[in-house]
């Protein structure tokens, strides 16, 4: 499966992006989901992951309450909305996909990601 994600821009603190994953090759509904994100020197973490159905979800502490992981099977597609951002949400953000436990933070898929810069 290929991904590829967009929506990423400059924005101003307090304000609000939706990143979206458009995926191709084969349809997603089989994966786990999820948008992982990386600063410089630090290593990439996952924000973000979302069960095959749509039905679960998980996220780290720092964006809980203002990021929403959700998902389209019928048109391959996952977004990220993302509500009062904070500088420190500065990262480039990756598309994710995995096969079997959707839980777990090494997934099997990556598209390139998409920088979000937050300025305060």
């Known amino acids: 499966v290929q991904l590829q994600a967009s929506g990423g821009g400059l924005v101003q603190a307090g304000g609000s992006l939706r990143l979206s994953c458009a995926a191709s090759?084969?349809?997603?509904?089989?994966?786990?989901m999820g948008w992982f994100r990386q600063t410089p020197g630090k290593k990439r973490e996952p924000v973000a992951r979302?069960?095959?159905?749509?039905?679960?979800?998980v996220y780290t502490d720092a964006v809980r309450g203002r990021f929403t992981i959700s998902r389209d099977n019928a048109k391959n597609m996952v977004y990220l909305h993302m509500d009062s951002l904070k500088p420190e949400d500065t990262a480039v953000y990756y598309c994710a996909a995995v096969i079997g436990s959707w839980l777990k933070d090494e997934y099997d898929y990556w598209g390139r990601g998409t920088l979000v810069t937050v300025s305060s």
């Open positions: 090759g084969r349809t997603i509904s089989s994966y786990g």
């Open positions: 979302v069960s095959w159905s749509g039905g679960g979800s």
